[in-house]
T-cell receptor
């Protein structure tokens, strides 16, 4: 049972390039989240989804887009990368509509560097 | 909107001594509260959660936390720490609108 899998785990981009981070979960969870982690800032919510076909903005959504076309996948896109987006990105998923506020299951993180 | 404040960015403590990591939250409505731990170069994992009921919550690895509604706090405690507890600890809150907001984290340093 893989849980939450993020790809890629490492990526270096040049300013202005685009890329997509993929998050896949095999637990049939309804809720999926994308966070970024920066030193001294904790985890900040970028976007989240409460079910297939839905997305919503979190605390720091600017410069990012997301899609949830399939229940098991949550994609995070950077259309034009900036050095300020250098960070470690974490995907998480949780429960179902009957127990939406249980445990968050996290991926191992994706380290992105924008030069 | 809800928010979380972790009052200490770093906490040094001697091995086998007790520790308390502080967390305060703000929200205009009822909340659910969580503590997560992140070991070096890993993702986060749940330590414990408060959803309702008893205000004293016990979690994994000997940790516990107490929900105090009047002080809007959810402090994490352990009576005797071990070197393996070295990690970063995050408090998180949701007011049930589906967003889960994290604090900035507290690094726990265990001194020999």
């Amino acid at each position: 049972n893989a849980g939450v899998t993020q790809t890629p785990k490492f990526r270096v981009l040049k300013t202005g390039q685009s890329m997509t981070l993929l998050c896949a979960q095999d637990m049939n969870h309804e809720y999926m989240y994308w966070y970024r982690q920066d030193p001294g800032m904790g985890l900040r919510l970028i976007h989240y989804s409460v079910g297939e076909g839905t997305t919503a903005k979190g605390e720091v959504p600017d410069g990012y887009n997301v899609s949830r076309l399939k229940k098991q996948n949550f994609l995070l896109g950077l259309e034009s990368a900036a050095p300020s987006q250098t960070s470690v990105y974490f995907c998480a998923s949780s429960g179902d509509r009957d127990r939406p506020f249980g445990e968050l299951f996290f991926g191992e993180g994706s380290r992105l560097t924008v030069l | 909107a809800q928010s979380v404040t972790q009052l200490d960015s770093q906490v040094p403590v001697f091995e086998e001594a007790p520790v308390e990591l502080r967390c305060n939250y703000s929200s205009s409505v009822s909340v659910y509260l969580f503590w997560y731990v992140q070991y070096p170069n890993q993702g986060l994992q749940l330590l414990l959660k408060y959803l309702s009921g008893s205000t004293l919550v016990k979690g994994i690895n000997g940790f516990e936390a107490e929900f105090n509604k009047s002080q809007t706090s959810f402090h994490l405690r352990k009576p005797s720490v071990h070197i393996s507890d070295t990690a970063e600890y995050f408090c998180a809150v949701t007011n049930r609108d589906d967003k889960i907001i994290f604090g900035k984290g507290t690094r726990l340093h265990i001194l020999p």
